[in-house]
């Protein structure tokens, strides 16, 4: 039976995915910052392990205690949406910490179990506003297209150890709590001089269309992670899809 880990799993797509892959016959490791058994099924697959992917040490007991594992999902991540001017350098920088360094350093920890047995699955998630961008998201966008150029140089440098490495994008999920983490972390939206601009956005936001849904994301990590033949980069969602053909 194989095994993945999944981080980010206390809501929206983490927990989607987790129960997806639950469902189709794979152990399941769970991680969240702060553990929660109740938001998954019981079941003798799933184990729920505490992960905070800006905490080194924590890293690596996690990794350790986790053991041999098939497939890594990288999905642990926050938004923030302000003008590029106006956003603290405290939540750029707690956004780099989490999207993009977290992730380089949960991948480095299960890199070598790959790597010496010549198999294993890395997907990273991030976000088709990597493909087009919006305004007010400068930071958030920045984040997640540094991840992007890692994994596919990342690719590159596994390709000859059998390790396969694959980009999910989604596009806007208001199903998901997106949008409520990022506005913990909003300062600057109040700025006059910005005033149009924003109301302008968020009215584009609420306008009805195609959108993102957590079950399109655990598709394409499923099939990131089962088909070999799986392009490097996955949109997921019907929004997502049109960015991607668009872009």
Known sequence: MNTILITGCSSGFGLETA??????????????RTPREDVLPRSEHLRVLALDVTDADGIRRTIEAAGPIDALVNNAGFGSAAPAETTPMATVRELF???TLGTMAVTQAVLPQFRERKAGVVVNVTSTVTLRSLPLLSAY???KAAV??????????????????????????PE???????RSRVQGLDHEAYADLVKSVF?????????????????????????????????AGADAV???EEG
Do not use: C
């Not at 998901?176 to 990022?182: D, N």
């Open 19 to 32: 129960g997806y892959f639950l469902d189709r016959g794979w152990k399941v490791i769970a991680t969240m």
């Open 97 to 99: 910490e989490t999207n």
């Open 141 to 143: 966008t920045a984040s």
């Open 148 to 173: 992007n150029a890692y994994t596919e140089v990342l690719a590159l440098e596994l390709e000859p150890f059998g390790v396969r490495v694959r980009l999910v994008l989604p596009g806007r999920a």
């Open 176 to 182: 998901t709590r997106f949008g409520e983490t990022a």
């Open 203 to 235: 009215a584009r936001f609420a306008e009805p269309g195609p959108i993102t849904h957590a079950q399109d994301v655990a598709e394409a990590v499923w099939r990131a992670v089962t088909d070999p033949t799986s392009p490097m980069r996955i949109p």
């Open 242 to 244: 049109i960015w991607a």
